[in-house]
């Protein structure tokens, strides 16, 4: 995957790989690292706090596979998988706290 | 203040469930003016309070609209709506519990350079989920009065009523917060860490009620449960109240015959008038179950997941959760159903929702499915609490409802074109709604319905009792009272159109009553039954209910029984389909601002019925 995303800031040092947020596992964490603005009609994802820095933990998926719920900034949305493909991440692992 | 005579505006901004409706309520004492702003149907909400009139704007996320909903609130504050002064000072309401996300918005409303108040509610449950809030200095870092309030205890009103009362004394920000959403992000990261907010933990009755909930096989399940039980309940435990209503009104109708002299005006009192409004009002105990189950869902939060739950089966066929949710409150009545698609932010989506919302069965169904139910299906038990009719009724249920999602997918491929908007769907924590809140939603949605009955109902049953009643034609020789009865209405004006359009129905099995019952019912649908209650009432001898007398009507010719098995069951098929409501089409033709697409829906809906009804007739019989 070639990295020409021209929002993407250049990866911080030691972080993993970028994910989408869709490929989070249920009950994993990630910051986000950018959101594709093609993707995000309106801004309306910014303007509900999916926004570079912020840490998103993916709760569950639903019944079938999507939508799936995620937690951020105290509160919960749920996201279709063609809006959460649009927003990139980097994994966090347990013990790196939020923020 | 300053324009003496005005009294001072505030317009009450907020997210969704961030207790804008509850603090409305708690300000104006329940005291609302409901109306529309001009040109779009997105309801326009006033009260008085001590201090002036509030204006409660609808809730949303940001002033980036997307729905023409959140349009209205960006319009209404730039003074671009017509015949709304835009307010002088704004109260925003935030959810202690999210602060952070709402200061996204807040942030936005502060760059409007009105004078601004921040109201954090729910600041009880912040403390009960170990949070910590200073708003002292969450004031000082905006740079606008802040007040804490627990709404529906009215906990802190009296000092954001203080508050109301001098809004040009407000302290203003110095400088306004970042216009871009990242720089704003970080703007709120930096007001938060100064207020001391030790971040509230987890909602525990969230979570472990979404570990169920949302699950995949458990939440299912519940889901199909909860539909279920919702429409058993609503059969079921509003009968009691029914039968007293019903008794009620045969009892005024008695009344009124035997107050008067006998003749054309007691006629016109007792069957026209109470039979007519009384076979609707029959349907207020359903009406109230129906809507206090609807919004209590709705408010405790359940709806949302329900939205969740059956997104990927809604995405399927080209809709998404929330337009699920307006298909759901078009069980109710397909009018606030249509409203609620407003929710629905992509405007393609939003009408093959509102297309496909009249195949969702209406509670004005339901007297007609009640009435043939009763009349033609046995009460055998099936399984445990269900019997045969309330299967046959769920059976009715689920064709409108698996028609609707068809339609809807063959609609967006072929019909309606256009881009799709993303979609976003908060599932806010479980809360138990203010008892006030859920009345007060109730009170509107039975105030509404009661007023429909009063007017449009009551139009159609007067209308029709002429037309049923003249030309007045004298009984032939040696006729029984029974005849005569029947000889006058088959002569007159309704018995004629019931006559004229009898060979288009033939096919279906139908004969000029059912004719003279569906003419009527295209004003809306519940009104066939007051039709035929006129019409048996006119000739039988009385004495027997409606429902004895379909189930004993013979053709005077034949000697066949008027309603056989195929006859019934066409009759009920069309009415699944069929666009009778003319409340309906207008809110269609409100919605979608133009004739075209009430047009098309009655237009495609009739066919459906009409070839669905013809293809039972063939079947059954």
């Known amino acids: 995957m070639a990295s020409t995303q021209p929002l993407a800031p250049a990866p911080r040092p030691g972080a993993a790989t970028n994910l989408r947020l869709c490929d989070l596992e249920p009950g994993g964490r990630g910051r986000i690292v950018a959101v594709d603005p093609a993707a995000d009609l309106g801004g309306r994802l910014g303007d509900l706090g999916f926004l570079p820095g912020t840490v998103v933990t993916l709760v569950r998926r639903a019944p079938l596979g999507d939508p799936a719920v995620y937690a951020l900034r105290g509160t919960r949305f749920c996201l279709r998988r063609e809006q959460s493909a649009a927003v990139r991440v980097e994994p966090l692992e347990d013990d790196e706290s939020a923020r | ?621």
């Open chain 2, 1 to 621: 203040m300053s324009g003496a005579t005005l009294p001072l505006r505030v317009g009450l901004l907020g997210g969704p469930n961030s207790g804008k409706t509850t603090l409305f309520n708690a300000l104006t004492g329940l005291r609302a003016k409901v109306a529309n702003y001009p040109g779009v149907t997105v309801e326009r909400r006033e009260g008085r309070f001590p201090g002036g009139v509030v204006l409660d704007l609808p809730g949303t996320y940001s002033l980036n609209p997307l729905s023409e909903d959140e349009a209205v609130v960006t319009r209404v504050l730039a003074g671009e709506v017509e015949g709304v002064e835009p307010p002088d000072a704004l109260v925003v309401t935030a959810d202690a519990c999210s602060l952070d996300r709402a200061l996204l918005f807040v942030g936005q409303v502060l760059r409007l350079g009105k004078p601004t108040c921040l109201v954090v509610t729910m600041v009880d449950e912040l403390r009960a989920r170990g949070g910590e809030l200073d708003l002292e200095r969450l004031s000082a870092a905006l740079g606008v009065p802040v007040v804490g309030v627990v709404g529906h205890r009215g906990l802190g009103l009296d000092r954001l009523l203080a508050l109301l009362d001098r809004p040009e004394q407000w302290s203003r920000p110095p400088i306004p917060p970042p216009e871009d959403a990242t720089e704003r992000g970080a703007w709120a990261e930096s007001v938060l860490e100064r207020v001391h907010l030790r971040r509230p933990g987890s909602h525990p009755v969230t979570e472990a009620v979404d570990r169920v909930v949302l699950h995949p096989v458990a939440g299912t399940a519940l889901f199909a449960v909860v539909m279920v039980l919702f429409f058993q309940l609503i059969f079921a435990w509003a009968a009691p109240l029914m039968d007293l209503i019903d008794a009620g009104v045969g009892a005024l109708a008695g009344a009124v015959q035997a107050a008067l002299p006998a003749g054309l005006l007691a006629d016109f009192l007792a069957d026209g008038v109470i039979a007519g409004v009384g076979s609707v009002v029959i349907f207020l105990p359903q009406i109230l179950l129906l809507f206090t189950l609807l919004y209590l869902l709705e408010d405790v939060g359940y709806m949302a997941r329900a939205a969740f739950v059956v997104d990927r089966v809604m995405g399927r066929i080209g809709l998404e959760g929330r337009a699920f949710v307006a298909l759901l409150s078009s069980y109710a009545c397909a009018v606030p159903g249509i409203m609620a698609t407003r929710t629905v932010p992509s405007p393609r989506h939003r009408l093959v929702t509102i297309l496909v919302a009249p195949l969702m069965t209406c509670s004005a169904r339901l007297p007609v499915y009640a009435l043939f139910i009763a009349a033609f299906v046995p009460a055998t038990p099936v399984a445990g609490p269900l019997g045969l009719q309330g299967l046959v009724l769920l059976g009715l249920y689920l064709l409108g409802g698996v028609t609707a999602l068809v339609v809807a997918a063959v609609l967006k491929r072929f019909v309606v074109p256009g881009e799709t908007l993303p979609f976003v769907l908060e599932l806010p924590p479980y809360r138990l709604p203010p008892p006030r809140l859920v009345l007060s939603q109730v009170w509107g949605a039975a105030w509404a319905f009661l007023r429909r009955a009063g007017t449009i109902i009551l139009a159609a049953s007067i209308v029709l009792w002429f037309l049923l009643s003249f030309p007045r034609t004298p009984a032939p020789e040696g006729a029984t009272p029974d005849e005569a009865a029947r000889h006058a209405v088959e002569r007159s004006i309704a018995g004629r159109i019931g006559h004229a359009i009898e060979p288009v129905i033939a096919p279906l099995g139908f004969d000029w009553k059912i004719g003279v019952g569906l003419v009527a019912s295209l004003a809306a649908r519940e009104v066939i039954v007051a039709t035929l209650a006129q019409i048996y009432a006119t000739s039988e001898d009385d004495a027997g209910s409606l429902r004895e007398a379909v189930r004993r009507d013979r053709d005077p010719r034949t000697g066949e029984l008027v309603f056989t098995p195929a006859t019934v069951g066409a009759l009920l098929v069309f009415f699944v389909f069929a666009l009778q409501c003319a409340s309906t089409l207008a809110v269609m033709r409100r919605e979608t601002n133009s004739w075209r697409w009430p047009a098309f829906a009655f237009g495609y809906l009739l066919a459906l019925a009409y070839g669905a009804a013809f293809l039972t007739q063939r079947v059954l019989s």
